[in-house]
């Protein structure tokens, strides 16, 4: 075993050992009942394939994405088998994204287990039934929506598409639209230059998809049936949650509607149950045959509509029950309720009231036409089901509920970055089930909870009680050169002076001893009030699956630049003293470095960057690929009209280049990232021009160095604060110098010694993308 391999397991034990038992618990059921469970709802899926005739009961997404292709290689066996390591990645999957999204790994893992080992979950994996990929689409939406933290136009789109799959699937993913967009429109993330037009064109994508792939079904729909639609079981669905509680004599009913009234006094309805008006009273065996030409159906819809707008408040009470009933402590079952046993692991093989013979011709025509039990093996898979093998009601609950309180803001949650992110998954849920229990209550209806509120609730607590903290970085080695001694790692060039002092002061009164997310992206601000505002706004929450905040260093300004700063949601802090970028960008990695911060990132106030191009510095970072990332106009573009300053671009890299033997295309592109090891080992002590006084230190100390082509925008407001052409140029040049000869005096005194960081046997090219 790889020491790589040894050292994953190891931090991942809680979650290797949940897989195991999932795992274990599968080959169990695989073992117990061959070759799959067929329930009611299994064999009208197998009789569609083929036509896919959209005018049933259950839509065709099942049979049309995972039952027909999987029919095509295998049977019946290999159609669960693959249910089953579906189910796991669908856990694992769970996991990735908590992590990714800035959980502790035991929290994620419990996240995971839900889907791992309850046996209600277990169970529906070996049916021929549409839960598992209806299951599957929810996560995917989420994890699209969330994994790289800015939900753009183009990743909506698609998003909406994948919603819109689920609802194709399972009908009661219509309204997941809703939270979704709402999610979209709130998440921050997204360009500073666009703002809510973004934003709302985002929503309007995710919309435009999600509505696209259902027009199109409901014109397949009618191409069968001549009628639009996405199934034609509404109105008896609709009929079975009014039928139970309409007062038929009391509701102006028409003489058609009137006869598809129950007769049954409504504490009988209720005892006989929805699914009994839903799937056997709407027989026109049951009622007096209606007029020539009168759709029944139609019919029904129409009776639903006066109960509901007659008597909303019944059908409503009669919803949020059966909503509640999900969060039980146990699994019970209420009078009416669809029987609690269909959906228990049995010790002879369930028929669901079909003949064994009607079973046996199904799994003839796609199995070996036979069926078997392990009567041990299905009697443990029971034991375990009822002796509490199953997610309680009550921790889903607890999970809502704290996501709910994250998404208010309570404890860190308001600074966290995941409010909006707790708010995906919680309000997919709520809207899930609650639908469901529009329709009727089944505990098979709350399996989508099993994914969803586990998932909300770990963001919740993480966003409440903080993110999980950064991995230590591995032992450094180096078989060239030796590690510099602590005097010459020491921060004394970058020591806070009075003027620091005052500032770090006045930032722990206003914020305590708040730590950071792993990235901070620090703006040192002097009088940009005008743009600021916008550059904030754009800010993402996450990027690269960390979480994100934003820390302005106001320098001295004399407009109202702090006020926009904390009006705008950055951590700030001010500066009693204007001295300069330089100084100001020091404090700043000062307290990135002291609060906890893994990664910094450094940008203008000014606009002129593109947030959104904040993973392709931070990716190389994370992957250890690079220890400091920089962006190149020169790679990429430039928006500028100065001829002279773009010129004075090219010069100044040349001049870099040729002082430190590697090349570089950008010595002052503000829109950088690197490890916050490498900002505290660099000597600074350049009160402006700091860029390339950082570059070069960074190059001497053999740290590795990847630019990237990026984006230079003109200004959106305010004016630069450099000054003429000749004077900057002089100063840069200068500082070029300066710090060149500063560090070459430092390394050959130290002979070989480097800052600890990431160390290279040798001064690497700068790498370009």
Not at 118 to 138: K, N, P, R, V
């Amino acid at each position: 075993m790889t020491p790589t391999l040894t050292r994953g397991l190891r931090h991942h034990w809680l979650m290797v050992v949940l897989v195991l038992g999932g795992i274990g618990l599968r080959v169990v059921v695989e073992l117990a009942y061959q070759p799959a469970l067929l329930y009611i709802d299994s064999y009208r899926y197998l009789q569609n394939l083929g036509a896919f005739f959209p005018g049933g009961l259950n839509p065709i997404g099942y049979e049309l994405l995972l039952l027909g292709p999987l029919l095509l290689i295998g049977d019946l066996g290999f159609v669960v088998l693959v249910q089953h390591l579906l189910g796991l990645a669908l856990a694992i999957a769970i996991y990735v994204l908590l992590l990714r999204l800035g959980c502790r790994r035991w929290i994620a893992a419990l996240a995971a287990a839900p889907v791992l080992l309850d046996a209600y979950q277990l169970q529906i994996e070996h049916l021929i039934m549409s839960d598992l990929l209806f299951q599957i689409l929810l996560l995917v939406a989420v994890i699209l929506l969330t994994w790289r933290g800015t939900p753009g136009p183009r990743l909506a789109a698609v998003a909406g598409v994948v919603l819109a799959t689920s609802v194709i699937v399972r009908l009661v993913g219509v309204a997941l639209v809703v939270p979704a967009a709402v999610f979209v429109l709130l998440a921050a993330g997204l360009r500073p230059r666009d703002g809510w037009k973004r934003r709302l064109l985002s929503a309007g994508a995710l919309a435009a998809g999600f509505v696209a792939v259902l027009f199109g079904y409901a014109m397949y729909h009618m191409i069968w049936t001549g009628v639009p639609a996405l199934s034609t079981s509404t109105g008896s669905v609709l009929y079975g949650r009014t039928a139970v509680v309409a007062e038929c004599e009391k509701l102006d009913l028409t003489p058609e509607e009137r006869r598809v009234c129950p007769d049954e006094p409504i504490p009988q309805r209720k005892l006989n149950g929805i699914d009994y008006y839903v799937h056997y009273f709407h027989n026109e065996d049951n009622v007096e045959a209606l007029p020539e030409g009168f759709d029944y159906s139609a019919v029904q819809h129409s009776f639903a509509v006066q109960v509901i707008l007659n008597q909303p408040f019944d059908v409503l009470g009669g919803v949020l029950q059966d909503f509640l009933k999900g969060f039980a402590p146990t699994r019970t079952q209420s009078p009416g309720d669809v029987p609690l046993s269909r959906w228990q692991f049995q010790t002879s093989y369930p028929m669901y009231g079909q003949q064994p013979e009607y079973v046996a011709k199904w799994l003839e025509r796609y199995d070996d036409g036979t069926y078997s039990v392990n009567e041990d093996l299905a009697g443990f898979l029971r034991t375990y089901q009822l002796g509490g093998g199953y997610a309680p009601g009550t921790v889903l609950g607890a999970a809502l509920l704290i996501a709910g309180a994250a998404v208010l803001g309570l404890g860190r949650a308001r600074r966290s970055g995941l409010r909006a992110v707790c708010l995906l998954p919680a309000g997919m849920a709520v809207t899930v089930l609650m639908t469901a229990a529009a329709l009727e209550f089944s505990w098979r209806y709350q399996l989508p909870g099993l994914v969803l509120l586990p998932v909300a609730g770990a963001l919740g607590i993480t966003a409440i009680t903080g993110r999980r903290p950064p991995d230590s970085p591995g032992p450094v080695t180096n078989t060239t050169a030796t590690t510099a001694s602590p005097k010459e790692n020491t921060m004394a060039p970058n020591s806070p002076d009075e003027v620091d002092r005052a500032a770090l002061d006045d930032y722990a009164e206003r914020y305590g001893g708040r730590r950071f997310a792993p990235v901070v992206v620090l703006i040192a601000a002097y009088n940009e009030e005008e743009a600021l505002g916008g550059v904030l706004d754009g800010m993402p929450a996450t990027s690269c699956g960390f979480d994100v905040d934003t820390l302005v260093v106001v320098d001295g300004a004399t407009d109202n630049t702090g006020e926009v700063a904390l009006r705008h949601g950055a951590q700030t802090c001010t500066v009693p003293a204007n001295r300069g970028q330089g100084a100001a960008l020091r404090l700043g990695y000062r307290l990135a470095a002291e609060r906890g911060a893994r990664y910094v990132v450094t940008t203008d106030a000014d606009g002129q960057y593109d947030i959104a191009e904040l993973p392709k510095l931070l990716q190389p970072l994370i992957e250890d690929e690079a220890d400091f990332v920089t962006g190149s106009r020169r790679l990429g573009s430039s928006e500028t009209t100065d001829s002279l300053r773009r010129a004075g671009t090219y010069v100044f890299a040349w001049l870099v280049s040729a002082l430190t033997g590697q090349r570089v295309t950008d010595t002052s592109f503000g829109f950088r990232a690197m490890k916050v090891e490498v900002a505290a080992a660099v000597r600074l002590e350049q009160p402006q021009y700091q860029s390339s006084e950082l570059l070069v230190g960074i190059l001497a100390h053999k740290y590795r160095v990847l630019e990237q082509p990026m984006t230079m925008h003109a200004r959106t407001a305010g004016h630069s604060k450099k000054g003429n052409n000749l004077f900057y140029g002089y100063r840069y040049a200068k500082v070029v110098f300066t710090t060149w000869l500063r560090e070459r005096r430092t390394r050959s005194h130290t002979s070989g010694a480097t800052a600890v960081g990431t160390v290279t046997e040798s001064a690497p090219a700068i790498g370009e993308r």
